[in-house]
């Protein structure tokens, strides 16, 4: 059975830093594409990341070069190291497994707060 | 950047009764649509992908079409369980996912 646990979400400052984690099981995550995808408070879904099985990585224009999506092939976990961090990025961030046409598995994510 | 627009953006509805979702892209598409299902707090569930392609496990009574600019998701028999936020997405621009602004289908 596919699986994906967030962790890593909490109330951080403005300007500051944060490292999403997601660890995944019933299936390799080297293997597969594997998205971040957020989701404001009472807003829509807002996809964020992803890094594809040969390592390659792309971002919301809204991210880039602020967050870094990673991943530990011994670990089968992705990651999201997000940087200067903005009230606008506060969200639900969700880990999800990502076909070509459609995300096909998600976690149950894991709320960022940014807010002094 | 393609742009999805859903409408209606909440529908009220009674059990039984067929409801209709459209999904407009900005620009086409093909069949590179998938629709998503949410309930309060809980992680979106992937129902329909490539347009008219039913995910493994979801019920017969929804069902995708369109291609090009225009999409529809249809639930053809609304039963309580489905009283949910529905999302499309577009897939063209992959790996840039783009959602729709979502649908509220309330009970009446």
């Known amino acids: 059975e596919v699986q994906l646990v967030e962790t890593g979400g909490g109330l951080i400052q403005p300007g500051g830093s944060l490292r999403l984690s997601c660890a995944a099981s019933?299936?390799?995550?080297?293997?597969?594409?594997m998205s971040w995808v957020r989701q404001a408070p009472g807003k829509g879904l807002e996809w964020v990341s992803v890094?594809?099985?040969?390592?390659?990585?792309y971002y919301a224009d809204s991210v880039k070069g602020r967050f870094t999506i990673s991943r530990d092939n011994s670990k089968n976990t992705l990651y999201l190291q997000m940087n200067s961090l903005r009230a606008e990025d506060t969200a639900v961030y969700y880990c999800?497994?990502?076909?070509?046409?459609?995300?096909?598995?998600w976690g149950q994510g894991t709320l960022v707060t940014v807010s002094s | 950047d393609i742009q999805m627009t859903q409408s209606p953006s909440s529908v009220s509805a009674s059990v039984g009764d067929r409801v209709t979702i459209t999904c407009r892209a900005s620009?086409?598409?093909?069949?590179?649509l998938a629709w998503y299902q949410q309930k309060p707090g809980k992680a979106p569930k992937l129902l329909i992908y490539?347009?008219?392609s039913l995910q493994s496990g979801v019920p017969s009574r929804f069902s995708g079409s369109g291609s090009g600019t225009d999409f529809t998701l249809t639930i053809s028999s609304l039963q309580p369980e489905d009283f949910a936020t529905y999302y499309c997405?577009?897939?063209?621009?992959?790996?840039?996912?783009?959602f729709g602004g979502g649908t509220k289908v309330e009970i009446k």
């Open positions: 997405q577009q897939a063209n621009s992959f790996p840039q996912l783009t």
């Open positions: 490539a347009a008219s």
């Open positions: 019933g299936f390799t995550v080297s293997s597969n594409y």
């Open positions: 620009q086409g598409i093909s069949s590179w």
């Open positions: 999800a497994r990502a076909g070509v046409y459609a995300i096909l598995s």
């Open positions: 890094i594809y099985s040969g390592g390659s990585t």
